[in-house]
């Protein structure tokens, strides 16, 4: 169990820019969530994925945010003309969906978006 | 929806001594999963203790033990023994029961920011 690893741990940008993050899964986890966490605050669900599928997505994630999971392995978000509203910490968590239970969500460390 | 308050925004507790971190729900659910996940300064988030509402028992994880209050959607925290390394901030989140499309999807506190004195 390697962990989840998300690439970069952080990114400046300007407004305006388009930027791109990656989240690698454990492994064996079938399931992809992407959270976005502004200081002091809680993380807020953004996306999830089932294998390669997009299953849900939260009003959150405006025309501006894409996620993709094309082969059911890494992820990545994509924010198109960032604002500084999306500076935030972007968490990536997986989990396994089994028949019966659902192992818990496993967090990487997060990439910090700040938005000049 | 659901949604999940924590009232507590810092706490604060001596090396050694016993805390308790607060948590109330609000869902229509009768089943659902209750988590606390604990994120380090700088660190990645980790699961604590987790807890099915369908299981009467409270669960326990070495230092860490729950009070889960069904009929009053309460759900606190209680660290025993308090080390220097339960500095952190500690997030409360509930998870919808098996079956619908929304499994798997954590919503959570505000947070309670613990400090831990020497």
């Known amino acids: 169990d390697t962990g989840v690893s998300q690439d970069p741990r952080h990114k400046i940008t300007k407004r305006g820019q388009n930027v791109t993050f990656r989240c690698d899964p454990i492994?064996?986890?079938?399931?992809l969530y992407w959270y976005r966490q502004t200081l002091g605050q809680g993380p807020e669900f953004l996306t999830y994925f089932q294998n390669e599928a997009q299953l849900e997505k939260s009003r959150l994630l405006s025309d501006r945010f894409s996620a993709e999971r094309p082969k059911g392995s890494f992820s990545t978000l994509e924010i198109q003309r960032t604002e500084q509203g999306d500076s935030a910490m972007y968490l990536c968590a997986s989990s396994l969906k089994g028949a019966t239970d659902n192992s818990p969500l496993h967090f990487g460390n997060g990439t910090r978006l700040t938005v000049t | 929806a659901q949604t999940v308050t924590q009232s507590q925004p810092e706490m604060s507790v001596q090396e050694a001594e016993t805390v308790t971190l607060s948590c109330t729900y609000d869902?229509?659910?009768?089943?659902?999963?209750l988590f606390w996940y604990k994120q380090p300064p700088s660190r990645q988030m980790i699961l604590v203790i987790r807890q099915e509402a369908y299981k009467q028992q409270n669960a326990t994880e070495n230092r860490f033990s729950v009070n889960f209050q069904k009929a009053a959607k309460s759900f606190s925290l209680k660290i025993s023994d308090s080390q220097l390394g339960d500095t952190a901030m500690y997030f409360c989140?509930?998870?919808?029961?098996?079956?619908?499309?929304?499994?798997?999807?954590?919503?959570f506190g505000q947070g309670t920011i613990l400090t831990v004195h020497p």
């Open positions: 492994s064996e986890h079938n399931r």
């Open positions: 869902t229509s659910e009768n089943n659902y999963y």
């Open positions: 989140a509930f998870m919808k029961p098996l079956g619908g499309t929304s499994y798997g999807k954590l919503t």
